[in-house]
């Protein structure tokens, strides 16, 4: 009876270390895993933290873009207000050449009538000159004809 139980006693204890060393192994897996899904679940965390980040630097971006495109449509618009500006005053320039054009033509048409009312004037002064010598003259021969009418009336 004692070779049966020392015999059954082996094989339990054999049994026992096999168990043992599966459980060993099992455990070496389930450690591993453990440890791989503790791995993974700190990656996922760092993912997530990234992710995050990512997407406060993308709402960051969007709010800049925003922001960047209000700037452009006000730059758009005063430069929309400068052309219009740029165009009034082209056109008052414009204006103003004409005005200054008419200004140009009306004074060398004053200056031509200025020489014409000079020219008449003198012409006119000419003409009073000329009248003045003839009255001289006329009066010069009426001397003459009185003195001629009064030496004929000595001699009559």
């Given at each position: ?154 001699d009559a």
């Open positions: 009876m004692g070779c049966c139980f020392t015999k059954e006693l082996k094989a339990r204890i054999k049994e026992l270390e096999e168990s043992n060393a599966l459980l060993d192994r099992q455990l070496k897996g389930v450690t591993k895993r453990a440890s791989t899904a503790e791995q993974l679940s700190k990656d996922a965390k760092q993912r997530a933290s990234t992710a995050e980040q990512l997407s406060k630097d993308a709402e960051q971006r969007a709010s800049t873009a925003e922001q960047l495109s209000k700037d452009a449509k006000q730059r758009a618009s005063t430069a929309e207000q400068l052309s219009k500006d740029a165009e009034q005053r082209a056109s008052t320039a414009e204006q103003l050449s004409k005005d200054a054009e008419q200004r140009a033509s009306t004074a060398e048409q004053l200056s031509k009538d200025a020489k014409q009312r000079a020219s008449t004037a003198e012409q006119l002064s000419k003409d009073a000159e000329q009248r003045a010598s003839t009255a001289e003259q006329l009066s010069k021969d009426a001397e003459q004809r009185a003195s001629t009418a009064e030496q004929l009336s000595k």
